[in-house]
């Protein structure tokens, strides 16, 4: 049985051969989810021949580590094959835009804190896709995410072991990040000081910064430069080996 709020879309075309599998996150400030940034998603991704998993995780009034197990146990669900789709287990990852790219980014370095709500590594995602992402709690964050997530006034202690950035190490999987640099709602720094942690772990990382586009604009299609992410993401993971040659731009 699926988990909780977990719907599949099979990859196109339809092959016999065991494909990438990829879980999407979308974001909504840990208070909703926006759907923009779910099954239109999950149907760019099986363009590419990508077996895409779309989560509604737990958000408020539940608080963490609800939306950890949540997609804790998607993850886990999506490799062991119970769902009909010939998934390559090597070769799952996630995919999650603004608290949906906090919960990414958290799932790709929990493991790093020792928490017990991420001890079994076919949990973690073979490499991530961070749109926009709240990626840090300590600082210039997301307060709504924070409030949505933690309540009020939350131990120290635990927004660090919930900020990404300070949770990086060797072992983070590899990240695709892009973000707007007039973002308002969530500053880019979320993204730069990220991808910076990544780069001095020696984690392979690309980033991309538009210089302008509001917050949340999902696939984007249609807005001046953030539309190439769509492209920009596709090559990327053609190179890793995860997206088939006729890799495209859905969102333009």
């Not at 963490?64 to 804790?72: I, N």
């Not at 780069?199 to 980033?207: D, F, K, R, S, T």
């Not at 807005?223 to 990327?236: H, M, V």
């Amino acid at each position: 049985m699926a988990p909780r709020g977990l719907t599949a879309v099979r990859a196109r075309p339809d092959a016999a051969e065991a494909r990438p599998a990829i879980l999407v996150l979308p974001g909504g400030g840990y208070a909703r989810q926006a759907d923009h940034e779910a099954e239109p998603v999950a149907e760019w991704l099986a363009s590419l021949g990508i077996h895409a998993f779309v989560l509604r995780y737990r958000v408020a009034p539940d608080r963490h580590p609800g939306p950890l197990e949540d997609a804790k146990e998607a993850m886990l669900h999506i490799r062991n094959g119970q769902h009909g789709l010939t998934v390559d287990a090597d070769r799952v990852g996630v995919l999650g835009f603004s608290a949906g790219g906090h919960l990414a980014a958290t799932l790709s370095t929990a493991a790093a804190t020792g928490s017990r709500d991420l001890d079994v590594p076919a949990a973690v995602p073979d490499l991530s896709v961070l749109c926009y992402p709240v990626a840090s709690l300590t600082h210039e964050t997301h307060e709504g995410s924070v409030a949505n997530l933690l309540g009020d006034s939350p131990p120290s202690a635990l927004l660090t072991a919930l900020s990404a950035e300070l949770n990086v190490t060797p072992g983070t999987p590899p990240a695709f990040l892009w973000h707007t640099a007039d973002d308002e709602a969530v500053p880019v720094s979320n993204s730069l000081n990220y991808a910076r942690a990544l780069i001095a772990a020696g984690v392979p990382a690309e980033l991309h910064v538009f210089p302008e586009g509001r917050h949340g604009l999902g696939l984007a299609g249609g807005e001046p430069g953030p539309a190439q992410w769509t492209s920009l993401c596709a090559a990327w993971l053609e190179r890793a080996g995860w997206a088939n040659s006729a890799a495209g731009a859905a969102g333009n």
